[in-house]
């Protein structure tokens, strides 16, 4: 009986191990996933930046558009340095802190960015829309009576 509880001791602290290798698998993956994605939105947040930048030197030095573009575009490319210099944890840790000491907002942020996120998504596939899509208001576009025909 005793052969039997080795092998079952054995077989339990094989999956043991096996369930932690795939945890540190995950959460590696996790992070270089979460770390692309701040880099992506750092450099696109960069290019905002610099766009406004851009904007601001269209208009004459010495007008208020053109230092209030300035501005933003220096407010825009200081939180791409942010986002670039902080770590995926300290991230988190901050969403958290936010997210507990003010849900209501941070449920409606969470909400808003379903939305734009979906909105934008559904405007790029224009390949996926058909003849049932034109009598859907929901579809994001309604084709007239000619179009139908």
């Keep these: 009986m005793t052969t039997t509880t080795d092998h079952l001791n054995a077989a339990k ?33 960069e290019n905002a930046g610099h766009a406004a930048e ?38 988190v840790d901050d969403v958290a802190v936010f997210a507990r000491k003010n849900p209501l907002l941070f449920l409606g942020g969470a909400a808003l960015a379903g939305f734009a996120t979906a909105r934008f998504l559904k405007s790029g596939d224009n390949s996926a829309r058909t003849d049932d899509d034109a009598d859907d208001p929901w579809s994001g576009h309604l084709l007239s009576a000619e179009a139908r025909q």
Aim: avoid cysteine.
């Design 54 to 91: 851009a904007a601001g030197q269209e208009f004459n030095s010495d007008t208020l558009q053109a230092a209030a573009l300035e501005q933003i575009g220096a407010q825009i490319s200081s939180v791409a340095s942010q986002l670039r210099g902080k770590p995926i944890d300290e991230m």
């Design 13 to 45: 602290d094989r999956a043991t191990d096996m369930a932690q290798d795939a945890k540190e698998h995950v959460t590696a993956a996790a992070r270089d996933h979460a770390e692309q994605a701040r880099d992506q939105t750092a450099r696109t947040v």
